[in-house]
């Protein structure tokens, strides 16, 4: 007979997550001793330690725990399958979902796009992860998220793409660069000027493909992994850089003011839209949340972001 729960298995994996019970406990929201007790319980009735106490560093797996947290990671899921099954079962929408989103526009879109999800959908338990590109195919293959919301860049063909908006690029400059007052701009114009490279996977060879067809090299000043910092940099007059949402406000987060200028010529749009694996069974859950964000570009409550809507 079992005498460990689900509960502590999830509790378990927030914390080989996590790397700390403190950690683990403002995601999850739940309080630290109930965590460390529940830890304490499996090592017991397993009979071998999940982690190594640095006290300085946090938690460490061990190598036991390494391995009973990756069966751990699949019980819940199969465990989350049966609620999944029970929904479908009975039409409700309802159960754990998991959705990852590019970390580029996340705090654009994701937010806003929950909120009003989980209004419709109360019986859903739903969490989010902001992951570059490769991270969230990877996620998306390890089943650690159910879909994720990005663009169709260097997209694998194990993975199944729902397009929503298309994007064109766009850049982001100072009012005191010398293009600001333009109503467009060509790659050829801005390859001479100092750049702020969004410096991520993939995403940063997708810019720099627009300077490889013009038949030149950007002027790289500056290398941000982070939106916010690249936006200030291109605010203070370190360069320009290039997006493809248009961020909601004319000022950088210091507090200066930007220019967001079309890019016409030889340059590809990306699509943003969800993205799911191949062969995996939705669930009610899943298919509602495709469902939703479709109706939100259809009324038009995404155009602030700019593009045009392909469904």
Known sequence: MLRYTLRQLEYFVAVGEAGSIARASERINVSSPSISAAITQLEQEF???????QHAQGLSLTQGGRQMMEQARLVLREAS????????????????????????????????????????FPEVRLRQAELNQVELFSAL????VDLALTYDLDLPADLQFTSLVRLPPIALMGTGHPLA????????????????????PLSADYFLSFFDKAGGKPVIAERTRDMAVMRSLVANDFGYSIANVRPLSDIS?????????????NVRSLRMGFLTAQDADRSNAVRAFIEYGIELVRSGRLSRIGGEPMV
Do not use: W, Y
């Open 47 to 53: 009979g071998l330690p999940l982690f190594v106490r």
């Open 81 to 120: 399958a049966l609620t999944d099954i029970a929904g479908d079962i009975a039409g409700k929408v309802r159960g754990p979902l998991a959705i990852g989103c590019l970390l580029t526009f996340a705090q654009l879109v994701l937010p806003g796009l929950r909120r009003g999800f989980e209004a419709q």
């Open 141 to 144: 293959r390890r089943s650690e």
């Open 181 to 200: 007052d333009r109503d467009a701009v060509t790659i050829e114009e801005l390859k001479d000027h100092p750049m702020v490279l969004l410096d991520l």
């Open 253 to 265: 987060p210091d507090g200066n003011p930007v220019r967001c200028v079309p890019i016409t010529g």
